[in-house]
């Protein structure tokens, strides 16, 4: 079975500076892995995946991340902080197959202040 | 572009009224998903369905039931409302055995039963 698992509830940064959520994952069978962003009263929005290949994966609004195998992890990362990134920020594993379902996260809140 | 329509964005219902979510795609695919979020738990999935007539419990379908009689129509039955049903509920589509694509939201229903 898979799950993740983000670390902090709540991040909060100043406009500028590095954007850092962390999310880990656990699957028995490689993995399928996104981030998805959320604005206030708003659905889901993909904001980049790692399916296969290059471990680096670039997403929209300069967001990136980087699949670790050896440390189970998926991290999202911006190097600079904008108040329009200011969203709950959602990690999902997935696995290949018809049935292959998403399973998220908690959800990270990520605060930027002026 | 691809669509995912939920009916209603928000909604108030009383204790004990049963209460229709419809969520509608346009994109022809099999698979549907109904989800329920909440501060701190992130989505869960209460069902899903991978073809017309066909649905499958997720995570927490107590409560809960579903239909499924148009491949682009699923809608989300509350048979009897409470107050511990308040949330924001999230419908997502994507094709079979996609996996490696991630799910397409629709813009969320928030429900308040009272």
């Known amino acids: 079975a898979q799950s993740v698992t983000q670390l902090g509830s709540h991040v909060s940064v100043s406009e500028g500076a590095l954007v850092l959520l962390r999310c880990n994952y656990s699957?028995?069978?490689?993995?399928?892995l996104f981030w998805y962003v959320q604005y206030p009263n708003q659905g889901l929005q993909l904001l980049l995946k790692y399916t296969t290949g290059a471990t680096l994966v670039k997403g929209i609004n300069g967001f990136e991340a980087e699949f670790k195998k050896s440390e189970t992890s998926f991290h999202l990362t911006k190097p600079s902080a904008h108040m329009s990134d200011a969203a709950e920020y959602f990690c999902?594993?997935?696995?290949?197959?018809?049935?292959?379902?998403?399973?998220f996260g908690q959800g990270t809140t990520l605060q930027v202040k002026p | 572009d691809v669509k995912v329509t939920q009916s209603s964005r928000y909604l108030v219902k009383r204790t004990g009224e049963k209460v229709f979510l419809e969520c509608v795609q346009d994109?022809?695919?099999?698979?549907m998903f109904w989800y329920r979020q909440d501060p701190g738990l992130g989505l869960r999935l209460i069902y899903f369905?991978?073809?017309?007539?066909?649905?499958e419990k997720g995570d927490i379908p107590e409560g809960y039931s579903v239909s499924r009689e148009k491949k682009e129509r699923f809608s989300l039955i509350l048979e009897s409302a409470s107050t511990n049903q308040t949330s924001m509920y999230l419908c997502?589509?994507?094709?079979?055995?996609?996996?490696?694509?991630?799910?397409?939201f629709g813009s969320g229903t928030r429900l308040t039963v009272v």
């Open positions: 369905s991978y073809d017309v007539k066909m649905k």
């Open positions: 997502a589509s994507r094709l079979p055995g996609q996996a490696n694509y991630g799910y397409t």
């Open positions: 994109m022809d695919h099999e698979n």
């Open positions: 999902a594993v997935s696995v290949y197959g018809n049935t292959g379902k998403l399973i």
């Open positions: 699957s028995s069978v490689p993995p399928y």
